[in-house]
């Protein structure tokens, strides 16, 4: 037995969510060849059918691109400091891809490790993320290569299988996505299922176990080389989190401001004496894989990566973890021989 709801008691439904006031985002067309997870306006807007993987991630619903810690108002020799509205409304994110979701949880553990974000929390609390089961993927998918696949439900309060017939199978994976779901849905005997998912690009065991003395291994140049530090890989990354904070106003007055940043940038690590332990491309394509694969597990338990490909799929020289951990693969296993 299962829970199902037909394609149009699911849009009804996104419509009663928008009428009452609450968020929502989800797949929608944002120019003529793109699609991107963006808040909706009318429920018709949300792709849910198909093979869809939009442009970005769904991180900037709780990680924005931009976000103000607080105003300041500088008046004489006082300082008026000012927080932003705590967030108080509810919202749902919908259609989001398994590996997407799955990014949250391994977020949650930066977020909350030598400081608890405020910002971020809340907005993990005020969100439910209700995911789509993949039923194709690409050549750039990878999620069983991590450990996850094209119904893991790791991050999901709700999963949909697409049925035939213009019908979803709904499991709720918790309290929230059960709630949000209550009443909504009908017994019935489908059940969905989804395929295997893309098969395993490379063996995490090893490169888990052997990347860690690699620091110096030429392969980290010979791959990378061609990176051009564009940064789109971290831009789209679901898991990627380099921030900086800056203050953006005047002497008047103005907002201390926490903006993306990406360790690809040239800039990233440059201090103000001139000098950069980072000054090449390649030692920055170093950093972002080692500390996916390496650095992030080894203090959290969980690789930084979902296997989405975004990195390689929206890089312009076609460079990306899984191109760098193949061909890193490839020239460590053959060094042992
Ligand atoms: S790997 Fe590709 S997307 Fe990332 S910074 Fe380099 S050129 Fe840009
Ligand atoms: S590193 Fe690449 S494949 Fe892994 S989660 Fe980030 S964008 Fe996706």
Same mark, same amino acid.
């Given at each position: 037995?299962?829970?199902?709801?037909?394609?149009?008691?699911?849009?009804?439904?996104?419509?009663?969510?928008?009428?009452?006031?609450?968020?929502?985002?989800?797949?929608?067309?944002?120019?003529?060849?793109?699609?991107?997870?963006?808040?909706?306006?009318?429920?018709?807007?949300?792709?849910?059918?198909?093979?869809?993987?939009?442009?970005?991630?769904?991180?900037?619903?709780?990680?924005?691109?931009?976000?103000?810690?607080? &105003?300041?108002?500088?008046?004489?020799?006082?300082?008026?400091?000012?927080?932003?509205?705590?967030?108080?409304?509810?919202?749902?994110?919908?259609?989001?891809?398994?590996?997407?979701?799955?990014?949250?949880?391994?977020?949650?553990?930066?977020?909350?490790?030598?400081?608890?974000?405020?910002?971020?929390?809340?907005?993990?609390?005020?969100?439910?993320?209700?995911?789509?089961?993949?039923? &194709?993927?690409?050549?750039?998918?990878?999620?069983?290569?991590?450990?996850?696949?094209?119904?893991?439900?790791?991050?999901?309060?709700?999963?949909?299988?697409?049925?035939?017939?213009?019908?979803?199978?709904?499991?709720?994976?918790?309290?929230?996505?059960?709630?949000?779901?209550?009443?909504?849905?009908?017994?019935?005997?489908?059940?969905?299922?989804?395929?295997?998912?893309?098969?395993?690009?490379?063996?995490?065991?090893?490169?888990?176990?052997?990347?860690?003395?690699?620091?110096?291994?030429?392969?980290?140049?010979?791959?990378?080389?061609?990176?051009?530090?564009?940064?789109?890989?971290?831009?789209?990354?679901?898991?990627?989190?380099?921030?900086?904070?800056?203050?953006?106003?005047?002497?008047?007055?103005?907002?201390?401001?926490?903006?993306?940043?990406?360790?690809?940038?040239?800039?990233?690590?440059?201090?103000?004496?001139?000098?950069?332990?980072?000054?090449?491309?390649?030692?920055?394509?170093?950093?972002?894989?080692?500390?996916?694969?390496?650095?992030?597990?080894?203090?959290?338990?969980?690789?930084?990566?979902?296997?989405?490909?975004?990195?390689?799929?929206?890089?312009?020289?076609?460079?990306?973890?899984?191109?760098?951990?193949?061909?890193? &693969?490839?020239?460590?296993?053959?060094?042992?021989?």
């Amino acid at each position: 037995m299962s829970e199902v709801i037909s394609a149009r008691a699911l849009r009804e439904l996104i419509g009663g969510w928008l009428k009452a006031g609450i968020r929502v985002a989800g797949p929608r067309r944002v120019a003529t060849d793109q699609v991107a997870y963006a808040w909706l306006d009318r429920p018709e807007d949300c792709l849910l059918g198909g093979y869809i993987h939009p442009h970005n991630s769904i991180k900037e619903f709780f990680f924005p691109r931009h976000e103000s810690l607080y &105003e300041y108002r500088i008046e004489g020799k006082k300082i008026a400091l000012k927080n932003p509205e705590p967030l108080a409304d509810e919202r749902i994110v919908i259609g989001a891809r398994p590996c997407d979701a799955a990014a949250m949880p391994i977020l949650d553990h930066v977020f909350n490790w030598d400081f608890k974000d405020p910002f971020y929390n809340r907005r993990r609390e005020q969100t439910t993320v209700v995911t789509l089961a993949c039923r &194709e993927h690409d050549h750039e998918c990878f999620c069983t290569s991590v450990g996850l696949g094209p119904d893991a439900e790791r991050g999901s309060d709700v999963m949909l299988y697409e049925l035939d017939g213009d019908m979803y199978e709904v499991r709720c994976v918790t309290d929230k996505g059960g709630n949000l779901m209550a009443g909504r849905t009908e017994t019935s005997q489908l059940t969905g299922s989804v395929p295997p998912g893309p098969a395993k690009k490379f063996d995490l065991a090893y490169l888990r176990e052997t990347i860690g003395s690699k620091f110096e291994s030429p392969v980290w140049t010979e791959a990378t080389l061609r990176c051009m530090a564009c940064g789109a890989c971290a831009y789209t990354c679901p898991t990627c989190h380099c921030f900086d904070i800056v203050d953006e106003g005047n002497a008047r007055g103005g907002i201390r401001a926490k903006n993306w940043d990406a360790c690809q940038f040239p800039m990233f690590t440059l201090h103000a004496s001139g000098h950069n332990p980072r000054n090449t491309q390649p030692q920055r394509q170093r950093q972002r894989v080692m500390h996916k694969f390496s650095i992030y597990p080894d203090k959290f338990g969980d690789v930084l990566c979902t296997g989405c490909g975004n990195c390689t799929r929206h890089c312009s020289v076609h460079l990306g973890v899984q191109t760098v951990l193949e061909a890193a &693969e490839k020239s460590w296993r053959n060094a042992t021989v």
